[in-house]
C-alpha cells in the first residue's frame, strides 16, 4: 500500500489532535500571508511611486517628508518656481500640488482614499503615455478652471462608476469627468488630476504649490542642478531620484525586516506545533514502530513515515492557511485603500501572487518536515524488547 | 543447522543490580523443524527469543543464523535478515491498528519490494490459509482475537521465511482457539518446510514440538 495512504490513516485515526494542529498551522499561514501580502503590496506601491519622475529633481518645502517621489503636505510659493526656471541648467520647471485625502469628517484611513494631482497642462510628465478611457472619447482636462474638467483614476471610476461626462463632488466642489485613467498603477488608479489652479481652488492652496518637477537640460547631472538649486533657494530642498530612494531605503528595510521576522516566528510556532504533535503521536505508537523494526523495516521506511505525516499535516494546515490569507488580505487591503471588496477580489492574484502562495506551502511543508525529523529519530529507536518488556 | 547459539548470554542492568535473563544458552536448530522454548513467566524465554531473532544483542556469546557469525553483521543486515529469513508472532498480536488484514500481511513484502500483483496474489492466498479469506479488509479492532493471531501467523510467512518465532502465541487466547493456533503454526511448518521456534508456558505445545528445551532462570534444563 502506498506510505501516503498509509500515514494520512494514522493521522486520521488520531483526528482531533490532527485537526488542531493543523487550526494550528493554518493560524499561523493566515497570519503570515495576511500579514506579507498586504505589507509586500503597501511595499509595491511605495516602491512604484519612485517611478514617477525617475530622472527628475523633486523641489519640496525644506523639512517636509517625501515618500518616494511625492511629498507629504508643505507647500512653497508658486513664484518659486520662476524662480527654479532661473537657475542655470534647469530645462524645466513643473509646479504640482499633491494632496493625500484621507477621509473626511472624522473617518481616518491607513493610506489615502484617494489622491489630488494639480498640475498646469504636461499631463504626461506624471502619467507619461497613460490614455484614457473610453478611447477616443475620453480627454484631457481643460486649464481653463471655469470648466472644472478632471481626470480619474481606474480605481476610483469603478467605485463611483463614473466615466467621461460623470460629475464628482470635491469639497463641495462639482467637477466633471472628461475620461478615466486607464492604468492599473496604484497611485494613478486612485489619483483624480485636473489643472492646478483648480486644485488651488478646491483646497484651498491659493498660489501655493508642494512640489516642482525640474527637468536638467543636457550635460548636467540631477546631483549637480540640485546642489545648485538649494543653494540658490535656501528655502526648498531638491532631491534626486536616489536621495529620494535613499530617505525611503531604511524604512522599506524595516519593513522587510519585519516581515521577515514575523515569517521567522510563525514557522517557528509552525515547527514547534508539528514536534509536539508528532512526539505525542510517537509515543502512542511505540508498539507500532517497534514491530516495525522487528518485522526488519529498514530505518529509512520510518523516518520517511513519521516524516511524511508532519509533512501532510504542514500541507494541509498551509492550503488552509493560505486560503484564509488570502481571504484575510483581500478584506485589510478593501480596508487600507477603502475600495469594495468586490473590486478587489479579482485583483487577488496580485495581491497574493502564485509564487507568494507555493513559496509559502513550499516552506511550510519543509519546516514541518523538518520538525518530525526528530521524531522520527526516536520512532526508529522504539526496540520490541524493551517495550514488550515494559507492558508486562 | 538454521539456528546455533554459543554461551549466550544477556544481562539487563537494573539500576545497581544485574540480571541474567539469558545464561550461557547453547542450543541447535535444524531446518523444518517445530520448536518450542518451554518455561515459567520470568524464565528468560522471550529473552532468548529475541537474542536469536536478532531483535537484541547478548552480552556475551554468540548466535549463528544459516552458520553465519550474526555478531559480525551490521544493524542494518540484522534487519535485512529479519525481513526476509524471519517472522515474528507476538503474544498480542502486534498489527498495525490502521492498515487492514490484507494490509498488514502485505506490508513485509512491501518492505522487502515485492512486486505489487505478487504481494496481493500472495497475501490472499496466506489468509485463506488462515481461513479469513473472507476478512480481508477488516481491520484489527473489527477482528477477533483468534483472527488477529492468525493474520499475525500470515503476516509472519508473507515473505516466505526460512524460521517463524513466536512468543507466546497463545497466551490472549482462549484454550480452544489456542489448540486451533497452535495446530495451524504445526501444519504450515510442515507443508511449507519452515521452522517454528515458539516460546510458551503451554505443555500442548510442547506435547506437538519436534524438540523442546525447557529453560529456568535463563539456563536450558533440558
Known sequence: MRLTVMCLRNLFRRRLRTLLSIIGISLATMTLVAVSATTTRYLAVIKEMNLFFSDDIVVVARGVLVVQAFPIGGAILESTVDKVKTVERVKTAIPLLFILDFGVEGTLHPVPLRVTIGMPGNWSVLVGSTPLLPQGEGKWPSTDIVSREVVVGYSIAKEHSLSAGSQLIVKNYVLNVTGVLDSRSALLSRAIIMPLQLAQNVYGYNMMVNMIVVKPQEGVT????????????????????????????????????????????????????????????????????ATLDALGA???????????????????????????????????????????????????????????????????VLVSCAAGLIPSMLATRAKIVSILRAEY | MIVKTLEL???????????????????????????????????????????????????????????????????????????QNMGFIFQTFNLLPTLTALENVELPMALANVPQKTQRERTVQLLKAVELGNRLQHRPRELSMGEMQRVAIARAMANNPSVIFADEPTGELDS?????????????????????????????????????YRICDGSIVS
Open chain 1, 222 to 289: 540631477g546631483e549637480e542642478l540640485a546642489g545648485r538649486i538649494e543653494t540658490e533657494i535656501t528655502s526648498v530642498k531638491a532631491l534626486t531620484s536616489e536621495e529620494r530612494n535613499e530617505i525611503i531605503a531604511p524604512l522599506l528595510q524595516d519593513i522587510e525586516n519585519w516581515i521577515l521576522a514575523i515569517t521567522g516566528t510563525l514557522f517557528f510556532v509552525t515547527a514547534t506545533i508539528v514536534t509536539t504533535v508528532s512526539m505525542m503521536n510517537i509515543s502512542e505508537r511505540r508498539r507500532d514502530f
Open chain 2, 176 to 212: 480452544k482457539t489456542g489448540f486451533e493456533i497452535i495446530k495451524m503454526l504445526a501444519n504450515l511448518c510442515r507443508e511449507r518446510k519452515t521452522t517454528v521456534i515458539v516460546a510458551t508456558h503451554d505443555e500442548r505445545i510442547a506435547e506437538m514440538s519436534d524438540l523442546t
Open chain 2, 9 to 83: 548470554t544477556r544481562v539487563y542492568r537494573l539500576g545497581a543490580s544485574h540480571i541474567v535473563a539469558v545464561n550461557k544458552v547453547n542450543l541447535e536448530i535444524e531446518e523444518a523443524t517445530f520448536v518450542s522454548i518451554v518455561g515459567p513467566s520470568g524464565s528468560g524465554k522471550t529473552t532468548l527469543l529475541h537474542l536469536i531473532g536478532l531483535n537484541d544483542y547478548p552480552t556475551s556469546g554468540k548466535v549463528f543464523f544459516k552458520g553465519m557469525d550474526t555478531s559480525l553483521l551490521k544493524e542494518k543486515e540484522r534487519r535485512k535478515i529479519r525481513l
Open chain 1, 298 to 364: 529498514p530505518k529509512s521506511f520510518i523516518i520517511r513515515m513519521v516524516v511524511t505525516e508532519t509533512g501532510l499535516i504542514g500541507l494541509l494546515g498551509s492550503v488552509i492557511g493560505i486560503i484564509m490569507g488570502t481571504i484575510g488580505a483581500v478584506f485589510i487591503v478593501s480596508y487600507y485603500s477603502s475600495i469594495s471588496v468586490s473590486l478587489v477580489f479579482p485583483d487577488l492574484l496580485t495581491i497574493v501572487p502564485p509564487f507568494f502562495i507555493v513559496e509559502i506551502i513550499a516552506l511550510s
